[in-house]
């Protein structure tokens, strides 16, 4: 496995890591819970939905990676983005459908940007 | 008796290793300071009704005077544009929690991070209860993984530098030196 793609599947463990770990700390909240489980002391949150929506698209990204397949690891970045742009929208408000705050942006934007930039150099690599 | 003899080549070497291991360790642990700091930075007001939070601490800048030019534009210029400011210090410190993280253009993100933390010691270095050394060694940690280009050490810096290398493209070489 060549050196992007290695850093590609450790970006996607590590956000399906995270959404594995936010999945168990939720459980019992509802589905759409304002606020979501705590991911340990890191300040990152997310109820059951957004912690499903993380683990996929790590679970996305990973298969990417592993498969060879860019446009994967390009959609999980995008998924990720999106789920940025839902922080910005709707922490701090009464509707908060994916139980996010600031920390949660801030994981968001990793995974995003780490996905996004390795997929698209190694397409320019190529 | 066997005696075990480590060349200074091997002492160099395994001196190079602890190095890099320390400058993964601060830029991570950086990382999730930020990471957990900017869950609290709450929209839409910021604390500014409740007179809290980020509010409170950004306050500290005029009620407990540091330098005054700063306490100046505190005054004048932050707090009645509250929430553009609050808007810009969540976007920056998640900004730095995600980029410190990835060890992605890590040399310019250490920089935002001591422009960040010299802020936050200016606002609060003279409020009651705070230990002004913690914000000295924010300061002194970002200028550290700065000078040693943490991201090289088990970064994205380390992985995409050799592309940015063969590219001659203006944002390869922008990268290089954000790296």
Do not use: C
């Not at chain 1, 590609?8 to 019992?28: R, T, W």
């Not at chain 1, 949150?45 to 690891?73: D, H, K, Q, Y």
């Not at chain 1, 949660?104 to 940007?113: C, E, I, T």
Request: proline share 3%; glycine share 10%.
């Amino acid at each position: 496995m060549d050196v992007m793609r290695r850093a590609q599947a450790v970006v996607a463990i590590v956000a399906l890591i995270a959404g594995v770990v936010s999945l168990i700390v939720s459980l019992g909240l509802p589905l759409t819970a304002p606020r979501g489980g705590a991911l340990g002391g890191t300040g990152i949150t997310f109820n059951l939905l957004g912690a499903a929506l993380v683990s996929v698209l790590g679970l996305i990204a990973l298969a990417g990676a592993l498969l060879r397949r860019r446009p994967l690891v390009l959609a999980a970045a995008a998924g990720f983005a999106l789920i940025a742009v839902q922080v910005l929208l709707q922490f701090g408000r009464s509707t908060n459908l994916l139980g996010t705050r600031g920390s949660s942006l801030s994981f968001a934007l990793g995974a995003a940007a780490g996905l996004g930039v390795l997929a698209l150099w190694a397409r320019r690599d190529a | 008796m066997s005696v075990t003899r480590t060349s200074p080549v091997g002492l160099a070497g395994e001196a190079n290793r602890a190095g890099g291991v320390a400058f993964f360790v601060t830029r991570i642990v950086l990382a999730l300071l930020w990471i957990q700091n900017s869950g609290w930075k709450t929209p839409p007001d910021f604390g500014q009704s409740a007179e809290a939070g980020l509010y409170k601490f950004t306050r500290f800048a005029v009620e407990h005077e540091v330098f005054a030019p700063y306490a100046f534009v505190v005054r004048e210029l932050i707090l009645p544009n509250f929430t553009i400011f609050g808007w810009f210090v969540l976007v920056v410190e998640a900004s730095l929690g995600a980029f410190l993280l990835l060890g992605l253009a890590t040399r310019l993100w250490a920089l935002v991070g001591v422009a960040q933390s010299l802020a936050i010691a200016l606002s609060v270095l003279n409020a009651p209860g705070e230990w002004s050394w913690a914000y000295y060694l924010m300061i002194v940690a970002h200028l550290a993984i700065f000078a040693a280009a943490a991201g090289r050490y088990w970064g994205l810096d380390a992985v995409l530098r050799p592309s940015w290398e063969r590219s001659d493209s203006r944002l390869a070489r922008l990268l290089l030196k954000a790296s």
